[in-house]
T-cell receptor, first 116, second 111 residues
Framework: DTAVSQTPKYLVTQMGNDKSIKCEQN?????MYWYKQDSKKFLKIMFS???????INETVPNRFSPKSPDKAHLNLHINSLELGDSAVYFC???????????????FGSGTQLSVL | QKEVEQNSGPLSVPEGAIASLNCTYS??????FFWYRQYSGKSPELIMF????GDKEDGRFTAQLNKASQYVSLLIRDSQPSDSATYLC???????????FGSGTQLTVLP
């Protein structure tokens, strides 16, 4: 059973389209994340949700909108796609311990987004 | 100034040698430090973490932390071709205590 699964694995689309990436974790974790990895391998956090509540919202264009229907799911919707959105998007989850930050992120396999 | 900096490489070492990967960070208040390994086309996976100054060993891997100098390093002893990957340094810092990644060092172990 895959711990953190995201779909689709590949997404090729035209500029201006709207697309969604779905993520589900079966680890029982409270916290989920979206990260963007550019072509130079730089991994940057976009959003973090704890038990369906948004806790981190980095400087990301408001064309990106996360949605967490429950703590096991965190989807990412992107409106009006641009060339610069091409990257690999990783979903991740973790289980923060009381009084500490959980550093061990469990990543999904990634979604390679190509905007043409 | 980048918050977490790594030499992007590529770093090449012969099989059996020691590979040394370095990372510096800007937030002096950073508390926790991590090394993730990412194979090409795969997702990152945690291989080491360290909280205190000094060395921490786990099998062939040793993490070293020097908070005064604000650097953390990863040593891989007896390097194997299967260690060829990108190694991402990550640091917990800031009021939000979020994990910030460096851009990674690409390591190639030559057979």
């Amino acid at each position: 059973d895959t711990a953190v699964s995201q779909t689709p694995k590949y997404l090729v689309t035209q500029m201006g389209n709207d697309k969604s990436i779905k993520c589900e974790q079966n680890l029982g974790h409270d916290t989920m994340y979206w990260y963007k990895q550019d072509s130079k391998k730089f991994l940057k956090i976009m959003f973090s949700y704890n038990n369906k509540e948004l806790i981190i919202n980095e400087t990301v264009p408001n064309r990106f909108s996360p949605k967490s229907p429950d703590k096991a799911h965190l989807n990412l919707h992107i409106n009006s796609l641009e060339l610069g959105d091409s990257a690999v998007y990783f979903c991740a989850s973790s289980q923060p311990a009381w009084g500490a930050v959980s550093e061990k992120l469990f990543f999904g396999s990634g979604t390679q987004l190509s905007v043409l | 100034q980048k918050e977490v900096e790594q030499n992007s490489g590529p770093l090449s070492v012969p099989e059996g040698a020691i590979a040394s990967l370095n990372c510096t960070y800007s937030d002096r208040g950073s508390q926790s430090f991590f090394w993730y390994r990412q194979y090409s086309g795969k997702s990152p996976e945690l291989i080491m973490f360290i909280y205190s100054n000094g060395d921490k060993e786990d099998g062939r891997f040793t993490a070293q932390l020097n908070k005064a100098s604000q650097y953390v390093s990863l040593l891989i002893r007896d390097s194997q071709p299967s260690d060829s990957a990108t190694y991402l340094c990550a640091v917990v810092s800031g009021s939000a205590r979020q994990l910030t990644f460096g851009s990674g060092t690409q390591l190639t172990v030559l057979p």
